[in-house]
């Protein structure tokens, strides 16, 4: 009664109110004079977020003659009479662990990517190997390319076999001198991003790493790549092991040296 507050009738058992003058109120309103019909159902919707409409094929149009303006390695983006369209991005591969390819399998050649021949399929032996530290490939892709799919062509042509789930495509930004990281959902269209970002890598770069959020499925994977796993591991926790030796064996030198250093001298 003194402040007045007011709720719907039905929120009632969810408010708690902190009085800070009890005693005081100056009006003798009863609780139940103090509620409001309840919401109707058409304010509720109201309220909830508005999914953004997808632009139209004339939106998209003009979209891409802007961005093709600002294109200067002659990587155009194409408007389909579909309204669909196509174009490039790059992808940075930041892999810090090795993958699995088939072992003994010749480079892909040009007819091969022509007839969409899978060479991992042609022998059942694997090895593993670290890729290139920040290789970059290049993609033509269409607007209705999912990030799923990016990641198992991606897979595909450097004949990767290990389960697509272990890895992650992410959109790099930069602001304020900060390298920002995005996961990007497996239904999220890249071109699209592309496209709204314009084609200055510096705004907006893709990546490719390793899926390290969320539970990881073990049961995806068969027993050479779990014991591979235990391979990987054994080797980066012997690796800790060695730096911290290495990082305290200097300690130690250096401790001896300063005591060395201190007997010759008073006090």
Known sequence: ADCRYTCHQECC????????????????????????????????QTVEEEKPEPPTV??????????????TNCLLMKLNDDGTYTGFIKVHLKLRRPV?????????????????????EMTDKRTSF???????????????????????GLLKKFMVVDNPQKFALFKEMRKDGQVLFQKLPLTEYPLYLRLLAGPDTDVLSFVLKENETGEVEWDAFSIPELQNFLMILDKEEKDKIQQVHRKYERFKQRLQQTLKEARGKPG
Do not use: M, W
């Not at 891409?64 to 303006?69: G, L, M």
């Not at 699995?100 to 991992?120: F, H, W």
């Not at 670290?130 to 198992?152: C, G, M, N, R, W």
């Open 130 to 152: 670290y890729l290139p530290l920040d290789a970059i490939k290049q993609l033509h892709i269409s607007s209705t390319t999912t990030v799923s799919e990016v990641i198992q």
């Open 100 to 120: 699995t390819v088939p072992a003994g399998i010749r480079p892909q050649s040009i007819y091969d990517a022509l007839k969409e021949v899978n060479l991992a």
């Open 58 to 71: 004339q939106e998209i149009k003009q979209k891409i003659e802007k961005y093709n303006a600002k294109v």
């Open 13 to 44: 058992s969810l408010i708690q109110l902190d009085c800070r003058r009890p005693g005081q109120c100056q009006s003798q309103l009863s609780p139940e004079s103090t509620f409001v019909p309840p919401c109707s159902q058409n304010v509720t």
